[in-house]
Structure formats: structure tokens, C-alpha cells
């Protein structure tokens, strides 16, 4: 269990980072190469922005919730 965690929370660490430099800053980011230049008049920010932020707390908690799963399993070893 603990290493099927320990495989999670790298996948997700690794995820994070790429999902994160995707993101536009100020002068835009990789998700312009998606359609994320495009702006909606609506929302404020295109559809691909919208799904890439979602995908990333998304990824977030899968992430947050592997570290404290790995928390209680070394805690309950006496790690």
C-alpha cells in the first residue's frame, strides 16, 4: 500500500509541474498553443484554460490526499 502511494504521489508531483508551467502568465504559456489565446467574451477565459484549471485541482487533490494517506500508513508502522 505504501508503495502504491508512493508511485501516486510522484505521478502526481510529475503531473503538477507540467500542468502548472502550462498555465498562461503574463505573457501567455504553452496553453496557447491549445486555443487558449482565444478569450471568451463570456467567461472571461477560454474553455481550454477553464479545463486545464480544473484538471489541475483536480490533480492537487489526488496529490494532497496521497501525502496524507502516506502520513497514516508510515504513522500506523511506527515509521
Known amino acids: ?9 510522484i505521478i502526481t508531483s510529475l503531473l ?9 502568465g503574463k505573457g501567455g504559456g504553452l496553453s496557447d498553443m491549445f486555443g ?9 477565459s477560454s474553455v481550454v484554460e477553464r479545463n486545464l484549471d480544473r484538471l489541475t485541482v483536480a490533480t492537487g487533490v489526488i496529490w494532497f490526499a496521497s501525502i496524507v494517506v ?3 500508513l508510515f504513522k500506523a508502522q511506527g515509521v
Not at 487558449?36 to 463570456?42: H, Q, W
Open 1 to 9: 500500500m505504501i508503495l502504491a502511494s508512493s508511485i501516486v504521489l
Open 16 to 24: 503538477m509541474i507540467l500542468l502548472v508551467l502550462m498555465h498562461k
Open 36 to 44: 487558449g489565446g482565444i478569450s471568451s467574451s463570456l467567461g472571461g
Open 70 to 72: 502516506l502520513g497514516f
